[in-house]
């Protein structure tokens, strides 16, 4: 059974800093791109960074470009937001994926149909 299980959400002042993680379970972690998403109240999940296989590339959306890092530990079976110079528009639950073919293209990197696995969220609240 595949399991990815997201921590480290919280409540934090604008200019602060959070770091998720998301440890997987049950799937060959390292055969697996990893992406981050997130979704705020009344507005559809979006798409945040993205990660390939080994780790060597990474992706961003704009809005989090420059602030947010996107890592991950194979031999750890984790990966990693790190997320800095927090803003209130950043408040969401954020969620972590695993695809198989999710870095093969720039369409499915950023779509929420180009992972095959999910987990549960994890809640930010960024107060002004």
């Known amino acids: 059974q595949v399991q990815l299980v997201e921590s480290g959400g919280g409540l934090v002042q604008a200019g602060g800093s959070l770091r998720l993680s998301c440890a997987a379970s049950?799937?060959?972690?390292?055969?697996?791109?990893m992406g981050w998403f997130r979704q705020a109240p009344g507005k559809e999940r979006e798409f945040i960074a993205a990660?390939?296989?080994?780790?060597?590339?990474?992706y961003y959306a704009d809005p989090v470009k420059g602030r947010f890092t996107i890592s991950r530990d194979n031999a750890k079976k984790t990966g990693y937001l790190q997320m800095n110079s927090l803003k209130p528009e950043d408040t969401a639950v954020y969620y972590c994926?695993?695809?198989?073919?999710?870095?093969?293209?720039?369409?499915?990197?950023?779509?929420?149909?180009?992972?095959?696995?999910w987990g549960q969220g994890t809640q930010v609240t960024v107060s002004s």
């Open positions: 994926a695993a695809g198989l073919s999710a870095y093969t293209s720039y369409v499915r990197r950023i779509k929420i149909s180009g992972y095959d696995y």
């Open positions: 049950g799937l060959t972690f390292s055969n697996y791109a």
């Open positions: 990660i390939s296989r080994s780790g060597g590339d990474t």
